[in-house]
């Protein structure tokens, strides 16, 4: 059955600009589709044209009759005195209003005995039981949880609320309303790692069609089944995740390329040919003439392939600083609170030279106030942090500022950088600042043109410790891309917070996990982190199982055939089996940082890897059995 059609969408805000140029969609009950395009390409667009807020110029939409459509982007008007927990319960007012009218029936079936009423009101508590009317505040609860809705924030005034904040009630609201249609503008830009992880599970679960508008490559990669990407106003389909879109992207590239070649190349021939009929038919030769006339009129026809092109790589690097010593970074009883509320307290680390540190962690925990500690912005309340004598900051912040909004790109280059008119231009233009836009003024640019901005001017700065503070957030893919081209070329230190699980796992080689006012540390990928995660949640998991069931008085166990030697041999074949495992871990490490840019090949070592992962995770529990029989029998 199909929910949604949209065929021939053609939409102009401004004349001669259309945004669609004949977008057409079909997407089928239960499907789960990724709408991809850059900024600008008509995503959000098509998502109101689907709620009706926006009217196409031309074509149609076609929803399927009586599905409940919902749109996160859109955050309704409540009245002024709302709480949260009021705007949460609008998710249930259908339910309510069944409640309402049964308490109303129950009064006057008290005063008589009349079969409608009694018929009305068990159809109505059929209705309300159906509709799950008895468990409201358990599922209210739950989702709330998810998404970290505390019961502070659910007192607070709805209007008192920040943006992000409204469009996170906002997606708790539809998910309550068990919406048929769910379409996802951006969903993961306010939640934190925690709350991501449960919106993609409660996804998975979620028996509707969902259309998913994110720069998240995570989040599309374990949600969407197929991408719709705008291409010059129309959709181009790809049946796969993002992962299958960015290798199936390239592999038509390559083929319109080799076709455009194929055509280039039969061209120059048949232009020599024409021009050798040409000079044929000067001497004379009229046959010779018109042939040369029907051959330009094929070589006309011949041209129908355009040029494919894509994204110029970066054409610069960070001009680094070489680091000498053993510690890059020494972090020693280190403690900061605000007022009452304790963010962290003792924390020792240290960090060695070539380091890339991932801080993670929810929102609140301080993860951006440590940040400021290291830089000396923020001074803490107890302990210190030592860098090396050698070491030099580079620094992304979260939001960007310039001192001086008003002067355009290359003014500011020149009076931030040691550099001449030309050499400005050169930097810029190797960042996409191009032509007459390097004369615009900095407040003139996006958010992601100006992260581009700032991370152009510390290209030139010969730094070793590079500091990003959520780098990717709020960036369409294709700049998320260009920032992870330039800090891939960088090979000194890298501490960085971040939401971006794709950016992670591709940088990543230690995690800092702040939490509960101290910092897990893990040496290893994100991958990798999350697996060790799931282990010590199932050994606490049966360990409180264990404690939970009582304790049954020893029975004699039946002796095993063989012996102890029989024993010691299966622990050792457990042994072995468990250290083979382990080194193929190990060299999956490698193999999978050595194709961190081959999206196919990273995948199917993932795959690989979890697989061994869970195999290692049985063959632990195994030889733990073993090695506590064999220690019984002896």
């Not at 026809?301 to 494919?308: A, D, F, M, N, S």
């Amino acid at each position: 059955m199909i929910d949604i059609q949209l065929t021939g969408l053609i939409k102009e805000f401004e004349v001669g600009q259309r945004i669609l140029d004949g977008f057409s969609l079909k997407v089928d009950e239960g499907e789960r589709v990724g709408l991809l395009g850059k900024n600008g390409a008509g995503k959000t667009t098509i998502f109101r044209i689907m709620t009706g807020e926006v009217y196409p110029d031309e074509g149609t939409v076609t929803i399927a009759p009586g599905k409940r459509l919902g749109l996160i982007s859109q955050i309704p008007v409540y009245p002024e005195e709302y709480t949260v927990r009021d705007v949460l319960d609008t998710a249930f007012s259908r339910l309510h209003d069944i409640e309402r009218e049964m308490g109303e029936l129950a009064v006057r079936m008290g005063e008589g005995s009349d079969p409608a009423l009694m018929a009305r009101y068990d159809k109505l508590t059929a209705a309300f039981e159906s509709g799950g009317g008895y468990d409201t505040e358990i599922r209210l609860n739950k989702v709330c949880n998810g998404l970290n809705i505390g019961a502070d924030m659910r007192s607070r005034p709805f209007s008192a609320l920040s943006g992000g904040e409204k469009t996170r009630i906002n997606l708790a609201r539809l998910i309550l309303e068990d919406t048929d249609i769910l379409l996802l503008d951006e969903p993961t830009n306010h939640l934190d790692l925690n709350a991501t992880e449960w919106l993609e599970e409660y996804l998975d679960r979620f028996k509707g069609t969902v259309i998913a508008i994110s720069h998240d490559r995570w989040f599309l990669d374990r949600v969407v089944k197929r991408v719709a990407e705008i291409q010059a106003g129309k959709a181009e389909l790809y049946s796969g995740n993002y992962s299958f879109y960015v290798e199936e992207k390239e592999r038509r590239y390559q083929e319109r390329l080799r076709q455009y070649e194929k055509e280039q190349a039969k061209i120059s021939q048949l232009e020599a040919s024409a021009e050798q009929m040409r000079l044929w038919a000067f001497m004379g030769n009229d046959k010779q003439y018109k042939r040369a006339i029907n051959m330009e009129r094929r070589i006309e026809r011949l041209r129908t392939t355009e040029k494919p092109t894509k994204e110029r790589k970066l054409t610069t690097r960070f001009g680094e600083k070489e680091f000498h010593g053993d510690e890059a970074m020494v972090i020693d009883s280190l403690a900061k609170s605000f007022g009452s509320r304790t963010l962290f307290s003792d924390l020792n680390l240290e960090v060695a030279g070539g380091e890339c540190i991932a801080l993670l962690g929810d929102n609140g925990t301080g993860k951006s106030t440590f940040l400021k500690i290291v830089m000396e912005e923020e001074l803490p309340d107890k302990g210190s942090v030592y860098l090396g004598p050698s070491i030099r900051i580079g620094y992304l912040p979260q939001i960007i500022k310039f001192d001086r909004p008003d002067r355009n790109l290359v003014d500011t280059m020149l009076y931030a950088q040691d550099c001449t008119p030309q050499e400005a231009r050169n930097r810029l233009a190797s960042f996409k600042f191009r032509g007459e836009d390097v004369f615009k003024p900095v407040s003139a640019l996006s958010g992601g043109e100006q992260s581009r901005l700032r991370l152009c001017m510390l290209m030139d700065s010969k730094i070793n410790l590079l500091i990003l503070d959520e780098p990717t957030n709020h960036l369409d893919i294709d700049s998320r891309e260009w920032i992870e081209e330039a800090v891939e070329e960088y090979g000194g230190n890298l501490l960085f917070v971040s939401h971006d699980r794709y950016f992670i796992e591709k940088f990543a080689t230690r995690i800092w996990m702040l939490e509960n006012g101290g910092i897990t540390d893990f040496r290893g990928s994100y991958h990798e982190f999350r697996a060790w995660r799931e282990r010590q949640e199932q050994l606490k998991n049966s360990q409180k199982q264990s404690v939970a069931q009582p304790v049954k008085p020893k029975e004699e166990k039946p002796k095993r055939p063989g012996g102890t030697k029989e024993l010691e041999k299966q622990v050792k074949a457990a042994e072995r089996a468990v250290e083979k495992a382990e080194v193929r871990l190990d060299e999956l490490a490698g193999e999978m940082e050595a194709a961190a840019s081959d999206y196919l090949k990273l995948q199917d070592l993932y795959a690989e890897r979890e697989k061994l992962e869970d195999e290692l995770a049985h063959l632990y529990t195994v030889w733990e059995q073993l090695a506590a029989e064999l220690e019984e029998a002896r």
